[in-house]
Nanobody, 117 residues
Framework: QVRLVESGGGLVQPGGSLRLSCAAS????????MGWYHQAPGKQRELVAT???????NYADFVKGRFTISRDNAKNTVYLQMNSLKPEDTAVYYC???????????WGQGTQVTVSS
């Protein structure tokens, strides 16, 4: 079993920055790719960015050039640096980890990001 704990959310003005962190614990050896998703009120959860264990990244078009995902395998932590934030980035952000050994997804509890003046 894998446990994911997010931190770093909060309230920020448009154009500002936040850095989210997600610390993994438990069966760390089983984790392959990790990523961030977000879910706004009344909308479906959608992918923001992913990173493989080897560091290959993938981004949703709406965050390209503004967000950066990174991973510290020694600390079992994945980060999401969010710059040039917009009101439409307001959502609950969830950390995700995918098992190397099958179609198993692990999720964190989520952290709220609110972009407002």
């Amino acid at each position: 079993q894998v446990r994911l704990v997010e931190s770093g959310g909060g309230l920020v003005q448009p154009g500002g920055s936040l850095r989210l962190s997600c610390a993994a614990s438990g069966s760390i050896f089983s984790i392959g790719a990790m990523g961030w998703y977000h879910q706004a009120p009344g909308k479906q959860r959608e992918l923001v960015a992913t990173i493989t264990s080897g560091g290959i990244t993938n981004y949703a078009d709406f965050v390209k050039g503004r967000f950066t995902i990174s991973r510290d395998n020694a600390k079992n932590t994945v980060y999401l640096q969010m710059n040039s934030l917009k009101p439409e980035d307001t959502a609950v952000y969830y950390c995700n980890a995918v098992s190397r050994f099958g179609p198993i997804n692990y999720w964190g509890q989520g952290t709220q990001v609110t972009v407002s003046s």
